[in-house]
């Protein structure tokens, strides 16, 4: 009986609340998961790295397998402060956070037959991007009773940290002379990229207590990044029958270029970092990044 009475006065309480209130100002703490779709170039470059590697494990003594996994769904974050002149509009600036990261890897064999043995190549890579999105919306609201609906429309800039890591090794299997041949190259670039974009979304708010709600809002927006610049460093080990070489260094002004190149009359998209537009490219162009896709995030408003 008492678990009843609880439940009513509850229910009666709900329905008592309205969003017709003096509340100027909000804070708002959200966080859910974001899909980028393609990444801009992205997706591309994964796939044609995964066909150009298919077709070289078909070609004769080779044998190839290759991992280029495109991850799309990640978490993300936001903070907004929110000023609401009328029941029925409202502004919102807000900053948030995402982190996208990409590992990819590929390994080459090629068999010389007979006694010669084999050489081998490992390749692996990892991308990474730290983004820091502010967001300036504009809220068209639908207040009823303890519930509101929104519609979202804005802009934003966004700033992303840039972060590349190269790996290969290459060694000699069963070769004669060559039986320690090793070679180990790594490299690394961190820069950082900006770009604009605008967005769009719903949310619904339901007001649980005076000055306190929850929203769930799902938002589509299109992003694109800049170029990617920087400067890349780069580490070198060689060893072969007790001899070792080490080397380091970088370049500097290198460019992260996006286009395609022909092997045997087939084509395939790649990206390459260069200080000059790289001649073996067809069509080559700066390497473009976009956070087109979907966010949709849950959170607690705050009103005063």
Same mark, same amino acid.
């Given at each position: ?18 969003? $017709? ?32 590697? #298919? ?17 799309? #769904? ?12 009328? #029941? ?60 509101? $609906? ?76 800049? #170029? ?77």
């Amino acid at each position: 009986m008492r678990k009843g009475i609880f439940l009513l006065t509850l229910i009666i309480s709900f329905l008592n609340l309205s969003y $017709a209130d003096d509340s100027l100002f909000s804070l708002k703490i959200s966080g859910g998961m974001s899909r980028v779709y393609d990444g801009g170039d992205l997706k591309k470059w994964f796939n044609g790295e995964r066909a150009y590697f #298919d077709w070289l494990g078909n070609q004769q003594n080779y044998s190839t397998r290759s991992n280029y996994p495109f991850k799309q #769904d990640e978490p993300e974050g936001s903070f907004e402060v929110i000023f609401k002149p009328l #029941d029925y509009i409202g502004v919102s600036l807000g900053l948030g956070y995402m982190k996208r990261r990409w590992n990819s890897s590929a390994e080459v064999n090629y068999n010389y037959g007979g006694n010669l043995g084999s050489e081998k190549i490992e390749l692996a890579s990892k991308e990474e991007l730290n983004v820091f999105p502010v967001t300036l919306s504009l809220i068209f609201s639908i207040p009823y009773k303890f519930l509101r $609906a929104n519609l979202y429309a804005g802009g934003g800039y966004y700033y992303a940290n840039v972060k590349f890591n190269m790996e290969s090794k290459y060694s000699w299997q069963n070769f004669p002379d060559r039986e320690n041949y090793k070679h180990h190259y790594t490299s690394s670039l961190t820069t950082h990229s900006e770009g604009a974009g605008f967005h769009g979304g719903i949310g619904i708010e339901i007001k649980i207590v005076s000055h306190l709600s929850i929203s769930i809002d799902a938002l589509l927006r299109n992003v694109k990044l800049g #170029d990617i610049k920087g400067e890349l460093k780069w580490r070198e080990l060689l060893e072969w029958s007790g001899y070792k070489s080490e080397n380091s260094g970088s370049e500097k002004n290198q460019t992260l270029w996006f286009g395609s190149f022909k092997v045997n009359g087939n084509q395939f998209e790649r990206a390459i970092f260069s200080e000059e537009k790289p001649s073996l490219f067809d069509n080559a162009r700066p390497f473009k990044f976009s956070l087109n896709g979907a966010y949709i995030k849950a959170g607690i408003v705050l009103s005063f």
